[in-house]
Nanobody, 112 residues
Framework: QVRLEESGGGLVQAGGSLRLSCTAS????????IDWYRQTPGKQREFVAT???????NYGDSVKGRFTVSKNNAETAVYLQMTSLKPDDTALYYC??????RGPGTQVTVSS
């Protein structure tokens, strides 16, 4: 089991940007793919983005063109760069490794 942790969330105005990080206490994250999801109370989780160990990426329709997922060369962190944020992006964002381990999440709140 890998203990993942997200950081970088916060309160931002519409149109602003945030960068979320997914780490494992600074250790190398062993993964085939890392997914980012978001969840709001009373709704099903929504797929946001995924990145494979080879750097292949894919995005949910609602964030395409605004969000970018990446990883560092050391494979100790996966990032989610979010731009042109909208109030509808408000959610708890979390990363998940290979469909298994996930972090507790980081809250993103976008004010109008």
């Amino acid at each position: 089991q890998v203990r993942l942790e997200e950081s970088g969330g916060g309160l931002v105005q519409a149109g602003g940007s945030l960068r979320l990080s997914c780490t494992a206490s600074g250790s190398v994250i062993p993964f085939n793919f890392i997914d980012w999801y978001r969840q709001t109370p009373g709704k099903q989780r929504e797929f946001v983005a995924t990145i494979s160990i080879h750097g292949n990426t894919n995005y949910g329709d609602s964030v395409k063109g605004r969000f970018t997922v990446s990883k560092n060369n050391a494979e100790t962190a996966v990032y989610l760069q979010m731009t042109s944020l909208k109030p509808d992006d408000t959610a708890l964002y979390y990363c998940q490794r290979d469909g298994r381990d996930r972090g507790p999440g980081t809250q993103v709140t976008v004010s109008s």
